[in-house]
């Protein structure tokens, strides 16, 4: 891990895995943490990471953290959380490959369903174990619309997320009376680097849009948010469209 804090000793941590992530930055920045809150950026890239901090306009640590490299995450989460364990994760790695190339090297589909779903299963155990074990903490998921229904055009990356999606929602369940709270939000298209080049679906949103509805959310109770607000409605919809219907569809 390497520290770029100056200044008191924290009272509360923040973790962002994906820390170069443009949704999870927006979440920090809506959060605005105090001054004696320690945000964490893990990710895979020590310079990005430096970077994203810089965005954020606060000091930041950084630690080293690969989603796809599962055997790793409870020795992660036992050293992050050996110097506090923290109040709030939010896990944010994901990665969006387009079908063609995931069906010309399958190594690809592995690697996306590693990273968007298996993943987050072996960090968020593993956080979430800590935090059970203190009786608090706070777990941020970021699940998709793609896991309301599979598209024929990203099949791969809409299995992942309904892995996720269902995983985060029994898992919520499990800590119920815990203590430890997790919040799943359910995205749209949102316009940023991982949609860069596509066309915006209906009810597109902004990586901003996302972090104030998620901070919102975070002061209240809700168990789940969607982004914008009107996609439950459309994504109840489209879960009622006959099969060859969607097939026609759905893009
Ligand atoms: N953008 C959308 O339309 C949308 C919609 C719904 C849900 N989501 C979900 O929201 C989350 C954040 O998306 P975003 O829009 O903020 O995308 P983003 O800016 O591309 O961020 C993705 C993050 O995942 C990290 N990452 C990828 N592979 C990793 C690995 N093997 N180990 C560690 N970190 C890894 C990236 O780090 P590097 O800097 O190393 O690449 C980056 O920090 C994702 O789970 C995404 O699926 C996005």
Same mark, same amino acid.
């Given at each position: 891990?390497?520290?770029?804090?100056?200044?008191?000793?924290?009272?509360?941590?923040?973790?962002?895995?994906?820390?170069?992530?443009?949704?999870?930055?927006?979440?920090?920045?809506?959060?605005?943490?105090?001054?004696?809150?320690?945000?964490?950026?893990?990710?895979?890239?020590?310079?990005?990471?430096?970077?994203? *901090?810089?965005?954020? =306009?606060?000091?930041?640590?950084?630690?080293?953290?690969?989603?796809?490299?599962?055997?790793?995450?409870?020795? $992660?989460?036992?050293?992050?959380?050996?110097?506090?364990? %923290?109040?709030?994760?939010?896990?944010?790695?994901?990665?969006?490959?387009?079908?063609?190339?995931?069906?010309?090297?399958?190594?690809?589909?592995?690697?996306?369903?590693?990273?968007? $779903?298996?993943?987050?299963?072996?960090?968020?155990?593993?956080? *979430?174990? =800590?935090?059970?074990?203190?009786?608090?903490?706070?777990?941020?998921?970021?699940?998709?619309?793609?896991?309301?229904? !599979?598209?024929? $055009?990203?099949?791969?990356?809409?299995?992942?997320?309904? *892995?996720?999606?269902?995983?985060?929602?029994? $898992?919520?369940?499990?800590? =119920?009376?815990?203590?430890?709270?997790?919040?799943?939000?359910? !995205?749209?298209?949102?316009? *940023?680097?991982?949609?860069?080049?596509?066309?915006?679906?209906?009810?597109?949103?902004? !990586?901003?849009?996302?972090?104030?509805?998620?901070?919102?959310?975070?002061?209240?109770?809700?168990?789940?948010?969607?982004?914008?607000?009107?996609?439950?409605?459309?994504?109840?919809?489209?879960?009622?469209? %006959?099969?060859?219907?969607?097939?026609?569809?759905?893009?």
């Amino acid at each position: 891990m390497t520290n770029h804090r100056a200044g008191p000793i924290p009272r509360s941590r923040v973790l962002l895995l994906g820390g170069t992530s443009e949704i999870g930055l927006a979440i920090l920045a809506a959060l605005d943490p105090g001054a004696d809150v320690e945000v964490i950026l893990a990710g895979r890239d020590g310079q990005r990471l430096a970077a994203a *901090g810089k965005t954020l =306009h606060r000091p930041v640590t950084v630690a080293r953290y690969d989603a796809m490299d599962t055997a790793s995450h409870q020795a $992660f989460a036992d050293e992050i959380c050996a110097g506090g364990v %923290p109040d709030l994760v939010i896990a944010a790695t994901g990665i969006l490959i387009p079908q063609e190339q995931a069906e010309r090297d399958v190594r690809l589909a592995a690697g996306m369903i590693e990273t968007n $779903f298996t993943g987050h299963v072996t960090a968020l155990l593993a956080f *979430g174990g =800590h935090m059970r074990q203190r009786g608090s903490g706070t777990i941020v998921v970021l699940s998709s619309v793609a896991a309301v229904r !599979p598209r024929k $055009f990203n099949p791969v990356y809409g299995a992942a997320k309904a *892995g996720l999606d269902a995983f985060a929602r029994g $898992f919520a369940d499990e800590l =119920h009376g815990t203590g430890v709270r997790l919040l799943l939000v359910r !995205p749209g298209f949102v316009t *940023g680097r991982m949609t860069e080049g596509m066309d915006p679906a209906p009810l597109a949103t902004t !990586p901003r849009a996302v972090g104030i509805a998620v901070a919102a959310a975070l002061r209240g109770k809700k168990s789940t948010v969607w982004v914008p607000a009107p996609l439950a409605g459309l994504a109840t919809a489209m879960r009622l469209i %006959p099969r060859p219907v969607w097939r026609k569809i759905s893009r």
